[in-house]
Structures are given as structure tokens and as C-alpha cells.
């Protein structure tokens, strides 16, 4: 049982659709991070919360700490953002506990 | 300038034979891990350390080893490398709880 949990494991868009990437987690938190991965293997933090919202360029992250979910937003999506984009849940100690991934590809 | 670099970026090696991995920072980060990634699995930290010579295990250490002799470097070591640790090692550096992860940009291992 993964206590990480993305929704949906796949995802194909159109250029310019809003997308919704879900994360709920079942192990109580500190922080929670979203992660970029490039087609070429790279992994890039785009953002880490405790609470509320953050927001940078085109995308969002929001975190309801009593529901265990987060979600990220992507407005007016380019095929530049085709990647796969991880949640990961801080757990104390050193411990991240990454969900498998959601695989993003938005068609031009 | 990345801040963390991984050597080396692929490596392919025979079964029995030790590899170790290394992983330099310039950013003066207390905390450093070891991940490796494979197919159907997210990230699954083996190994991390909180400081110079300290370290502990993570949820799939077994058959890997660490060192931290210095803040910059971070060792990842397969004492005999066997196939099950064919896999892509990534190594991330973080300041602490308040403060996000920069990771390396991956060494692709191939035990054969």
C-alpha cells in the first residue's frame, strides 16, 4: 500500500486545457512537494507547502492538510509541459515518500 | 552552475563487483540522500545523512552502504552488485524542512 497516491497515473491534454494533477496521502505531514521530471530524467522542485496555496507562472499548488490532498494546476498548458510531475510527503527525519507519478502530455 | 553533481552519469558493471557513486555539493547542505527510481515504484530513498558522518538507513538500504567524510560529499556504495540493483540513482540535497531539494541529475546503473 502506497501512502502516496497520484490521480491519474496518465494524463493526455490539448495545448491551452487547464489540468489537474490530485495527491492524497495517508501518513500524517510537515510538508509537501511537487517535482518535476524531464523526458530527459532530470527532477526539478517546483514546490513545497504546508498550507494553502502557492502559485509560480502558470502553475498552482494547493494543500487541504485536514482532507491528506493536494492538488497541482497547470493554466493554459503547453506541450513544453509534458513531463511527469511526482508529489512527495514530508514525513520527519529525513523521510520523503514519493508517489509514483502522474506522466503529462499535452499535445500541440 | 547545478550545486550538486553526480558521478559518474552511467556505469555499467559485472555482478560481484563493488561500484560506488558519488555525489558532490557546493551549497554547504546539511542533509543529503540517496534515491534510486525504478519502473512502477516512486523514489525510494536507501540511504540519507544529516551531517558529516552521520547517516542513516532508508526503506531499501539493504545491500548499499554511505559515507560522509565531508559536508560536500556523499558516497553511495554497492558492496557487490548484484542485477536487482540495475536501476537510475539519484542523489538530492536539502537545507533542512523549511527548504526544498535540488537533485542530481541521475547515474544510470547497470549490473549485468
Known amino acids: 500500500k502506497n501512502e502516496v497516491e497520484q490521480s491519474p497515473q496518465n494524463l493526455t491534454a490539448q495545448e491551452g486545457e487547464f489540468i489537474t494533477i490530485n495527491c492524497s496521502y495517508s501518513?500524517?505531514?510537515?510538508?509537501l512537494h511537487w517535482l518535476q521530471q524531464h523526458p530527459g530524467g532530470g527532477i526539478v522542485s517546483l514546490f513545497m507547502?504546508?498550507?494553502g496555496k502557492k502559485k509560480h507562472g502558470r502553475l498552482i499548488a494547493t494543500i487541504n492538510i485536514q482532507e491528506k490532498h493536494s492538488s497541482l494546476h497547470i493554466t493554459a498548458s503547453h506541450p513544453r509541459d509534458s513531463a511527469v510531475y511526482i508529489c512527495?510527503?514530508?514525513?520527519?527525519?529525513?523521510?520523503?515518500?514519493f508517489g509514483k507519478g502522474t506522466k503529462l502530455s499535452v499535445k500541440p | 552552475d547545478a550545486g550538486i553533481t553526480q558521478s559518474p552519469r552511467h556505469k555499467v558493471t559485472e555482478t560481484g563487483t563493488p561500484v560506488t557513486l558519488r555525489c558532490h555539493q557546493t551549497?554547504?547542505?546539511?542533509?543529503m540522500y540517496w534515491y534510486r527510481q525504478d519502473p512502477g515504484h516512486g523514489l525510494r530513498l536507501i540511504h540519507y545523512?544529516?551531517?558529516?558522518?552521520?547517516?542513516d538507513k532508508g526503506e531499501v538500504s539493504d545491500g548499499y552502504s554511505v559515507s560522509r567524510s565531508k559536508t560536500e560529499d556523499f558516497l553511495l556504495t554497492l558492496e557487490s552488485a548484484t542485477s536487482s540493483q540495475t536501476s537510475v540513482y539519484f542523489c538530492?540535497?536539502?537545507?533542512?524542512?523549511?527548504?526544498?531539494?535540488?537533485f542530481g541529475s541521475g547515474t544510470r546503473l547497470t549490473v549485468v
Open positions: 507547502l504546508s498550507s
Open positions: 538530492a540535497i536539502s537545507a533542512g524542512l523549511d527548504y526544498g531539494y535540488t
Open positions: 551549497e554547504n547542505h546539511r542533509y
Open positions: 545523512s544529516y551531517g558529516v558522518k552521520d547517516t
Open positions: 501518513v500524517g505531514i510537515s510538508a
Open positions: 512527495a510527503a514530508w514525513a520527519g527525519q529525513g523521510n520523503l515518500i
